[in-house]
Nanobody, 121 residues
């Protein structure tokens, strides 16, 4: 069984910082892209940032210059450093990974359970 487990969410004042982590565990053969998405109340889930296995990154315009995505391939872990947080960053943040489990021959999309980030002014 494969799991993505997020950590690092919480309550922070506007202008502050948080660092999210997401570790993929289980019998994993390989991981392609990893990323972070978020969903605010009453809104659709949206892309925040993605990173390829080779380290190529992509960001939503709303977080460029403030958020940084990184990964540790040896630990099957992806991070999201969030600086200069704004109230509009308040959402549940979900980790996503395109990975191949050890017992199958194709890649599939996996999601974490989500972690709440609340920014207050």
């Amino acid at each position: 069984q494969v799991q993505l487990v997020e950590s690092g969410g919480g309550l922070v004042q506007a202008g502050g910082s948080l660092r999210l982590s997401c570790a993929a565990s289980g019998m994993i053969y390989s991981i392609n892209d990893m990323g972070w998405y978020r969903q605010a109340p009453g809104k659709q889930r949206e892309l925040v940032a993605t990173i390829t296995s080779g380290g190529i990154t992509n960001y939503a315009d709303s977080v460029k210059g403030r958020f940084t995505i990184s990964r540790d391939n040896a630990k099957n872990t992806v991070y999201l450093q969030m600086n200069s947080l704004k109230a509009e960053d308040t959402a549940v943040y979900y980790c996503n990974a395109d990975l191949r489990a050890a017992w199958v021959f194709s890649f599939a999309n996996y999601w974490g359970q989500g972690t709440q980030v609340t920014v207050f002014s």
